[in-house]
Every structure is written in C-alpha cells, then in structure tokens.
C-alpha cells in the first residue's frame, strides 16, 4: 500500500543510542546509525534526534508529529515489566529507557504516531504494559539463533505477518524477509495490544495496538530495506505523522 509523499515534512523525534568514554570520544556519547534517519527523510518526513532528557519530554513532543524508537545494545530493566531477577546476558542503560519510557509513555497518551524498531520495538511492548523474555535462548525451547551472525543487509528469517493487523495492510504481504537480530522478544504485548508478526518459531517479531492511530513496532530494521515492503512501513508511518500535523 504506497503512501502519497507528503506535500511538507512532518518533524519526526528519532531516539539515540549512549556510549560511555571511549572510542568515538573520552566523554559520554550518542550514537545512532545514519540510516535511520535517511529513511524517515526517504519516506517525506523531517528526523531530529532526541537526547536523554526526561524532563524534556514534554517539550520535544510539543515540536513534533512523530517518534521512533530505535534499537540499540540496550535491554530494558524486567524490573519495569515484572520480569523477575536480571538476566546475566541483560544490558541495561537506565537513562536510554528512563527517557525512551517516558516520551513513548506521552505520544501514546497524544495518540501521536509511534514506531519502535528492534529494542524500541520491545520498549514499546513495555509502555503498552507488556512483558520480555529476557534471553529467547533460555526462555524459548528450540529457538532459532535470533542473534544473527550474519550482516544487518542480509535476511536472517522470514517472519509471518498477521492477518487484519496495520502491518499487514502497510505491506500488503503474509510473510516477509527480516534481518533482526535479538536476544530478547516480547512475551506478551499488553493489553489490548497485538502480535503483528512472528519467526517460524513462534518468537514475537512484531507487536502493534489498535487502539492509537498508530502504534506499532518491529523486531526487524526495516531501515535497510532487507525487504521490499519495509519502505512501506516508513512510508505509512511518516503519512500518519504528516496527518497528525495537519490536524494541529
Ligand atoms: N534488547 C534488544 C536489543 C536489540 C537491538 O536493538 N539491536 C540493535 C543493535 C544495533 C543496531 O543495529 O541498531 C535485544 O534483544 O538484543
């Protein structure tokens, strides 16, 4: 389902990455991959990217029409799900999830529009008030090796796409190639809140709730268009953003 360019730019918050001193710089560090960015431009929308600042939540969210939440070396605390002791594979980077929890927490009460990719996609599963499993090694019997050896541009699995979901009338398809690579995945999405998109394993690759205009997260990173149909889910998202702005 190709979305129409919008005629001007919705402005788009694109969370980032944090790196302690070392490497890149000796004082702490954002990082985020270029291509997020170049995707959310590709598809008509204006990315800007968001640093840590809870307090400030608020006032970014006043200045746009969108947010992605992107992936990361980052986990989310089970303590913010009830998911139990830490995991010792879990990495967590509390002042990423503090700010990422709270501006997803305020866009989802704006019904402004929201994608996670990857573990933003689990963030969200979280803010829609759903659960981890914290290492799919110890928690799924059986499971494929969800993290991947194999470069970000190549396709790791398929994933099914489920029927009457946003997902599935954004690309249109029943099954898709994806390149995500996780120890993690959504156990149950929340309440209200739907599995879009599984591994032949069963494993969550995508979660989505229908009760905002649109709210919907992946496993994958359709920012590398593995897949044909993952421009279809900028393209879709950054229409809702320019719809949203329009209404402002
Ligand atoms: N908690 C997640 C993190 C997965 C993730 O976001 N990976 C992205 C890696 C960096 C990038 O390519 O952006 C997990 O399950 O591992």
């Not at 470069?151 to 690309?171: F, K, S």
């Not at 099954?175 to 879009?196: F, I, K, T």
């Not at 989505?208 to 593995?226: D, I, M, N, S």
């Amino acid at each position: 389902m190709s979305q129409p360019r919008p005629a001007s730019r919705p402005v788009i918050g694109v969370t980032l990455d944090a790196e302690q001193p070392g490497g890149y710089s000796k004082l702490p560090w954002y990082a985020l991959r270029q291509n997020y960015f170049d995707a959310i431009a590709a598809a008509g929308g204006l990315p800007v990217a968001l640093p840590h600042a809870p307090d400030l939540a608020n006032d970014y969210l006043d200045r746009l029409d969108g947010l992605v939440v992107t992936g990361g070396a980052f986990d989310v605390d089970p303590a913010l799900y009830g998911g139990g002791p830490l995991h010792p594979t879990v990495a967590l980077k509390p002042g990423r999830t503090e700010f990422e929890l709270a501006a997803t927490r305020e866009a989802l009460r704006r019904d402004m529009p929201v994608l996670g990719i990857c573990g933003g996609q689990q963030l969200l599963a979280v803010a829609f008030g759903g659960t981890l499993h914290q290492h799919i090694p110890d928690a799924v019997p059986g499971a494929l090796p969800h993290e991947q050896p194999n470069p970000r541009t190549e396709p790791g699995h398929e994933i099914a796409v489920a029927e009457g979901t946003l997902l599935a009338r954004i690309v249109g398809r029943p099954r898709m190639a994806v390149n995500s690579a996780h120890h993690q995945a959504v156990d149950r999405p929340g309440e209200g809140a739907l599995v879009n998109a599984t591994a032949p394993d069963g494993v969550v690759e995508g979660v989505e709730h229908p009760a905002y205009r649109f709210a919907l997260g992946v496993q994958w990173h359709p920012e590398y268009a593995v897949d044909p149909a993952d421009t279809l889910i900028f393209d879709a998202f950054v229409a809702a953003c320019a719809e949203r702005a329009a209404r402002r």
